[in-house]
């Protein structure tokens, strides 16, 4: 990728330093499935899998109301090594570029595009959705309209065989930007509405989702690949980091057969279907991942 380091974004909340030890208890997120990110869904599937509990079933209900943050303390200094620097600038770069992007996207079509904020973290801290861990991975929360990462996840996504890649990282945080772009347009409420509605297509819904915040996230490499800012081998590093995210492939990490009844992310395969739909067509139109499902084409997707 070609971008220039620089400052911390306006858009970043940097609680690296702060000493709070997060808010409230375990996994109170609520709302949405595509709350939990690219990241969160690898440690529920997992658990899921080898306990046989359904984890995952009760965060995509959204049955359980946002919990309260502790009272936070003062952020100290923050400590950090030339790597973690170096990701900082990145995140930063990208979640700057990402949201001018959409800010252009939807002057086009006349909407206003309303910033969403990146929290960096260490382990835990409070979210509107619940406490934000590290083990949950990156993730959006359409409450507060924030998108929380630990830095620590860049290791997680290599061990699954993504890579460290600027672009992988810059595709995590389209990604999650893609899911605020979706609550700005009415599609995650309507997603809520139908999961409620249709409880039997809950992982179909939750599928969608995913897939086209992946999609979103291919629409902005479009944008950055004219300006010259993404080139053909950061693309083939994001379709890594899209396939060692999918359903399938954790599933098979965790020793299981594959079971499509149970994706909530989609597969290898649809992940960077749908990334690279974004990233050819390079608009929202391409994105309808819903068009497949009963009751979807009244919605406005």
């Not at 971008?3 to 208890?25: K, Q, Y």
């Not at 039997?200 to 490499?221: I, K, M, P």
């Not at 994001?238 to 098979?252: C, E, I, P, R």
Request: charged share 20%; aromatic share 8%.
């Amino acid at each position: 990728m070609d971008w220039t380091p620089g400052g911390n974004s306006d858009d970043i909340e940097d609680r690296r330093g702060d000493d709070s030890g997060g808010g409230g208890g375990g996994f109170g997120f609520g709302g949405m499935g595509g709350g939990l990110g690219i990241g969160g869904f690898i440690l529920l599937l997992v658990l899921s899998l080898v306990t046989g509990r359904n984890f995952l079933g009760g965060f995509f209900g959204g049955g359980h109301a946002p919990s309260q943050p502790t009272e936070r303390r003062s952020a100290g200094p923050v400590e950090e090594t030339q790597a973690e620097k170096h990701s900082v600038q990145l995140i930063s770069w990208t979640l700057d570029d990402a949201q001018k992007t959409w800010e252009q996207i939807f002057e086009q079509s006349g909407k206003t595009y309303r910033h969403a904020k990146l929290v960096l973290f260490r382990d835990t801290t409070y979210s509107g959705c619940g406490t934000a861990q590290a083990a949950t991975g990156p993730f959006y929360c359409p409450v507060d309209q924030k998108v929380y990462i630990d830095l620590s996840f860049w290791d997680e996504l290599q061990r699954f065989g993504g890579g460290t890649s600027e672009f992988a990282q810059a595709y995590v945080v389209t990604h999650e930007i893609g899911h605020h772009v979706q609550r700005l347009l009415g599609i995650e409420s309507n997603v809520q509405r139908l999961m409620h509605a249709r409880p039997e297509q809950r992982s179909q819904l939750s599928v969608a989702l995913e897939l086209q915040a992946d999609c979103f996230a291919g629409v902005w490499a479009h944008s950055a690949e004219q300006r010259g800012h993404v080139h053909t081998s950061d693309i083939a590093e994001g379709m890594k980091a899209a396939a060692a995210v999918g359903d399938d492939h954790l599933q098979k990490m965790a020793g299981r057969a594959v079971s499509p009844e149970r994706f909530t992310h989609g597969s290898s395969a649809q992940r960077q279907q749908w990334l690279e739909r974004g990233l050819q067509d390079g608009t929202i139109g391409a994105c309808n991942t819903f068009k497949n499902l009963s009751d979807a084409d009244n919605q406005d997707y």
